[in-house]
C-alpha cells in the first residue's frame, strides 16, 4: 500500500504547481498584457473537480478521525472544511468568470484581478495549513485500519490531469505543464 500521508502530499504537490502556473498568469495580467485565460480557466475548472470531488471530501472524512483522537483540533478543522466550501464557492465564481472574458462578455478588470488574487491566497494558506498543522498529527494519529476506513468511505477517483489517464478535457493543461517544467 503507498504511503497514504505521501500520496496525500504529492496531491498538494500537484496543486500549487497549478497554482504557481496560475500566479504566473495573474502577473503578466497585473503588467497589462493579456494572460492565458484559456490556461486559467483550466486550471480553475481541474480544482473545481478533482480537489472538490475527490480531495476534499477525502479530507473532511481524516478531519473528523483526527479530531476524534485529539479534540484540541477542533477548531482547526472546522476551518479547513468550511474552507473547502469557501474554496468551492470561490472557484465556481472565478470559473464563470473566466469564462465570460473568454466569451467576450465584459468582465470589469478589477473583479478578474481581485478574484485571481484572492482564490491564489486562500488556496495557498489552505494547503500551508493543512501540510503544517494537519499532516504531521496525521501521521501519529491515524493508523492503516483508519485509511482504509477513509478510502472506503469515499471511493478513490482517478486523478483526470495527473493521473496515467489524461481526461480529453485536461489534454492542453497537462501538456502546458509539461512545457513549463521543461522550461
Ligand atoms: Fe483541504
Ligand atoms: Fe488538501
Known amino acids: ?13 500537484n496543486f500549487s504547481r ?17 494572460p492565458d485565460y484559456e490556461l486559467l480557466l483550466d486550471i480553475v475548472a481541474y480544482l473545481r473537480h478533482f480537489p472538490d470531488m475527490a480531495h476534499h471530501p477525502r479530507e473532511d472524512i481524516a478531519f473528523a478521525r483526527i479530531v476524534d483522537r485529539d479534540p484540541s483540533l477542533g477548531p482547526v478543522a472546522a476551518r479547513l472544511q468550511q474552507e473547502h466550501r469557501a474554496i468551492a464557492a470561490s472557484g465556481a465564481r472565478l470559473q464563470e468568470l473566466l469564462e465570460f472574458i473568454l466569451d ?19 488556496y495557498r494558506r489552505h494547503l ?20 482504509q476506513a477513509i478510502t472506503q468511505a469515499h471511493a478513490v477517483t482517478p486523478d483526470p490531469l495527473f493521473g496515467d489517464n489524461v481526461e480529453e478535457r485536461y489534454r492542453e493543461l497537462r501538456r502546458k505543464i509539461m512545457v513549463a517544467a521543461g522550461a
Open 1 to 13: 500500500m503507498i504511503d497514504p500521508i505521501a500520496a496525500w502530499h504529492a496531491e498538494h504537490q
Open 18 to 34: 497549478l497554482l504557481e502556473l496560475f500566479d504566473r498568469e495573474v502577473n503578466v495580467f497585473h503588467s497589462g498584457d493579456r
Open 104 to 122: 467576450d462578455v465584459f468582465a470589469e478588470r478589477g473583479q478578474v484581478g481581485t478574484a485571481c488574487e484572492a482564490f491564489l491566497t486562500d
Open 128 to 147: 500551508l495549513t493543512e501540510e503544517q498543522v494537519i499532516m504531521p498529527r496525521a501521521r501519529e494519529l491515524l493508523d492503516a485500519a483508519d485509511w
